[in-house]
Nanobody
Framework: QVQLVESGGGLVQAGGSLRLSCAAS????????MGWYRQAPGKQRELVAS???????NYADSVRGRFTISGDNAKNTVYLQMNSLKPEDTAVFYC??????????????WGQGTRVTVSS
């Protein structure tokens, strides 16, 4: 079993900052990539940012330059530093990880989601 536990969401004013964390635990042999998705009310879930085990990053155009994804391999944790937040960033943010378990089976895992609300 693998679990992803997110933290760091909350309410912030426009222009403010938040830092999300996601820690993976359980029967982990290798983490291939981790990332953050978000889903705003009435919209589809979309990729925000991702990072591979080799530290290659990818960002949605809407957040590039404002958000920074980073990882701590020793802690199996990924972070999302969000600066210059806008009301349109309001969403539930989900952590995602592509993990090979100790049984050598690789699959995608999701966290439970953390809500980010940006007030204008």
């Amino acid at each position: 079993q693998v679990q992803l536990v997110e933290s760091g969401g909350g309410l912030v004013q426009a222009g403010g900052s938040l830092r999300l964390s996601c820690a993976a635990s359980g029967s982990i042999r290798r983490i291939n990539a981790m990332g953050w998705y978000r889903q705003a009310p009435g919209k589809q879930r979309e990729l925000v940012a991702s990072i591979t085990s080799g530290a290659t990053t990818n960002y949605a155009d809407s957040v590039r330059g404002r958000f920074t994804i980073s990882g701590d391999n020793a802690k199996n944790t990924v972070y999302l530093q969000m600066n210059s937040l806008k009301p349109e960033d309001t969403a539930v943010f989900y952590c995602n990880a592509n993990i090979q378990s100790q049984t050598l089976f690789t699959r995608s895992y999701w966290g439970q989601g953390t809500r980010v609300t940006v007030s204008s």
